[in-house]
């Protein structure tokens, strides 16, 4: 009982670790930027795919606003701006609109003229991404071509190199 037990037991953490790995790489196989509609802070209007800026680099970066990496990767960002001016960054949360909203007032987010976000009411992004922790960082080139996953504790640095 207790081998049967340990072999169910290995299994479930195998199984786990590689579902984990291949959720980050799901990007990889659909290579395209996915269609999405999200309800931007502050004002409430939509913002889709099509409302991206043309030839610029995006970072689709999914988060919760309560998440302390998250604000910790926010204020990264921002510390780094010049790494990023030239990106359009989009923020995107499945928690409450009036989360996201203090979010963006606390962070001072409308300085930032290239960076979006809003709620994703559908879930669309994190159903297509998989999420399994935020912040995860989906990086894209200027044609919407599937560049990289980041996820966590990623210095900046390193994901601006990668754009």
Same mark, same amino acid.
């Given at each position: 009982?207790?081998? @049967? ?11 786990? @670790? #590689? #579902? =984990? +790995? !291949? ?11 996915? *269609?999405? !509609? ?5 004002? @409430? ?7 991206? =800026?043309?030839? /610029? ?6 988060? !919760? ?13 921002? *510390? ?5 001016? $030239?990106? =359009?960054?989009?923020?995107? +949360?499945?928690? %409450? ?7 963006? =007032? ?7 003229? $290239? ?11 994190? @159903?297509?991404?998989?999420? #399994? ?7 894209? $080139?200027? /044609? %919407? ?7 966590? $504790? ?5 994901? *601006?190199? !990668?754009?």
């Amino acid at each position: 009982m207790k081998k @049967s037990f340990l072999y169910f037991f290995l299994f479930l953490i195998v199984n786990r @670790s #590689a #579902a =984990q +790995s !291949s959720k980050l790489e799901s990007s990889a196989k659909s290579p395209d930027m996915p *269609a999405f !509609s999200i309800t931007k802070a502050p004002d @409430s209007t939509r913002f889709e795919r099509a409302s991206l =800026q043309k030839n /610029k680099d995006v970072i689709i970066m999914v988060f !919760s606003p309560d998440c302390e990496h998250c604000q910790l990767k926010i204020k990264e960002i921002m *510390a780094h701006y010049n790494l990023f001016k $030239n990106t =359009q960054i989009v923020m995107v +949360s499945n928690l %409450g609109y009036l989360y996201v909203k203090k979010f963006y =007032q606390e962070f001072k987010l409308a300085k930032y003229p $290239n960076i979006v976000m809003g709620m994703d009411y559908k879930y669309q992004l994190g @159903s297509f991404f998989n999420i #399994a922790s935020v912040p995860t960082l989906f990086l894209y $080139n200027k /044609k %919407g071509k599937f560049v990289k996953t980041f996820d966590r $504790n990623v210095p900046v640095q390193t994901i *601006a190199k !990668s754009l």
